[in-house]
């Protein structure tokens, strides 16, 4: 039997602006100018062979006015343009427990959540006791997902793992402890969406990590491994960049701005 490949979609629910110097570690260059270097904010789809997989489940309105983020629409409804009710949906990777990546979990209430051991460790462990760390963690969505855990509903994953024939998860790491990133077979290949391996394109392609990390050093091996596992760079998905939007059509001309074909 053949791998059946996937429909991979980017769908952007909110925005926000800030300054390139905030995306790196050590800021801008002294010689280079600090100009704007906004955040979109993605949850992703992969469809097919009688599957759909959400990958990440945004946040809500209510948390975007706590954060001060621009809202542009829930995730489920941007899920909805595609035909996908969340209430049915059953398979949710989680690649890592952060605010822009678990909130609204309350809305996929038939899904099983894949996740990595290490991340719960890390947001419910030691290291949450100090600001550095905790800052992108919602202490009520990650008490969210232990419930969940008691209900049954999580999957935990301890390294590499398969969600279904040609779509697997791998640890990362690096951002957190427990990041993890999905491979998907698509007719062009082998695609790999980074979630916050890297948020831009800058961050892997000129190895300047991201501010908010558990580890420099697991971040940096993740710049390489993503090429590994990728059929190629222009393969590898970033979390928040907003040229995704750009290099990639709209999966239709009604969802132009929203919506992008990743496969
Ligand atoms: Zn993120």
């Known amino acids: 039997m053949s791998t059946p490949q996937y429909e991979v979609y980017a769908i952007k629910y909110a ?4 300054r390139a110097s905030e995306n790196f570690i050590g800021g801008v260059p002294h010689d280079a100018h600090d100009g704007p ?3 979109d904010y993605f949850v992703w789809l992969v469809r097919g062979a009688g599957r759909e997989i959400v990958v990440d489940t945004g946040f809500s309105a209510a948390m975007a006015a706590k954060r001060q ?13 595609l035909n996908i009710d969340s209430k049915k949906i059953k398979e949710v990777v989680i690649t890592h427990l952060h605010y822009d ?4 979990f309350d809305l996929f209430p038939a899904a099983t959540f894949h996740l990595q051991d290490l991340e719960m460790n890390y947001a419910t462990g030691r290291h949450m006791g100090q600001p550095v760390f905790r800052g992108a963690y919602e202490v009520e969505d990650v008490v969210g ?4 855990v008691y209900a049954g509903r999580v999957r935990f994953h301890n390294g590499d793992a398969d969600v279904a024939p040609g779509v697997s998860l791998h640890l990362i790491g690096g951002h957190t402890m427990g990041l993890q990133v ?25 190895v300047r990590p991201f501010p908010i990390v558990y580890s420099v050093a697991d971040m940096v091996e993740g710049y390489r491994r993503l090429r590994e596992l990728a059929d190629s760079p222009g393969h590898i998905i970033p979390g928040h960049d907003p040229l995704v939007l750009e290099r990639y059509p709209a999966s239709s001309k009604a969802l132009e701005g929203i919506a992008v074909r990743l496969d």
């Open 37 to 39: 270097m906004p955040l």
């Open 145 to 148: 997902m232990v419930r969940s």
């Open 101 to 104: 990546h678990i909130g609204n």
């Open 69 to 81: 983020r621009e809202h542009l629409r829930c995730p489920t409804e941007g899920l909805g343009f």
């Open 15 to 18: 925005h926000h602006t800030r």
């Open 182 to 206: 999905v491979r998907v077979a698509t007719r062009r290949g082998w695609v790999v969406l980074a979630s916050d391996a890297s948020h831009f394109y800058a961050n892997m392609e000129q």
